[in-house]
């Protein structure tokens, strides 16, 4: 059972380059979350999706773009990468009900610097 | 919306101390407490949640306490060892029953170290 799986785990970009992390979870979970963690700051919710084929922005979405093709996938991308954008990227899942809280599961990250 | 204020920034304990961080949240509705542990080049990991049904909550060395009239929770560490050194992050939700999403609100963390 690998949980919450996200590629790569370390990237290098130039201002203005493009790309794409991916994220995967095997539990078959609803929701799917991307935070990205920087000193100080906490966790700060970038887009998240309730479900295929939905996502939201959430606290920080700017400069990002989410997909939700399929259940068990959630990819986040930079359309043209600023140094502003290097920090620490996490995945997270969790299911839903309606009255009761879940946990968040979470992926290792991914190490994102731009030059 | 919820805000989450999470105190200390940094703790610092000899081993075998007790240690506690300290949390207040501002939605009366929120009724999902969880508490994360995040290593080094990790992600953060849930080592025990609480709801708003109960007061208080234990496993082992770890404890969780609720006030919901003051609206804070606090996490509580006996006997620490120099593993329990990580980054310690709260949170609070509200279901989406109440209007909610049960998307977490996360406090900015607190760095827990523990000398040997």
């Known amino acids: 059972n690998a949980g919450v799986t996200q590629t790569p785990k370390f990237r290098v970009l130039k201002t203005g380059q493009s790309m794409t992390l991916l994220c995967a979870q095997d539990?078959?979970?609803?929701?799917m979350y991307w935070y990205r963690q920087d000193p100080g700051m906490g966790l700060r919710l970038i887009h998240y999706?309730?479900?295929?084929?939905?996502?939201a922005k959430g606290e920080v979405p700017d400069g990002y773009n989410v997909s939700r093709l399929k259940k068990q996938n959630f990819l986040l991308g930079l359309e043209s990468a600023a140094p502003s954008q290097t920090s620490v990227y996490f995945c997270?899942?969790?299911?839903?009900?309606?009255?009761?809280?879940?946990?968040?599961?979470f992926g290792n990250g991914t190490r994102l610097t731009v030059t | 919306g919820e805000n989450v204020e999470q105190h200390p920034s940094t703790l610092s304990v000899q081993e075998g101390d007790s240690a506690v961080i300290k949390c207040t949240y501002s939605d009366s509705a929120s009724n999902y407490f969880p508490w994360y542990k995040q290593e080094l080049g990790k992600g953060p990991q849930l080592i025990i949640d609480?709801?708003?049904?109960?007061g208080e909550k234990k496993d082992q060395r770890i404890a969780v306490t609720l006030n919901k009239t003051a609206k804070h929770f606090s996490l509580h560490i006996t006997e620490t060892q120099p593993e329990d050194s990580a980054v310690y992050f709260c949170a609070a939700s509200r279901p989406a029953s109440s209007g909610g999403s049960y998307i977490p609100t996360f406090g900015r963390g607190t760095s827990l170290i523990v000398h040997p």
């Open positions: 997270a899942s969790s299911y839903h009900t309606l009255d009761l809280g879940s946990p968040l599961h």
């Open positions: 999706s309730v479900g295929e084929g939905t996502t």
């Open positions: 609480i709801r708003s049904n109960v």
């Open positions: 539990m078959n979970h609803e929701y």
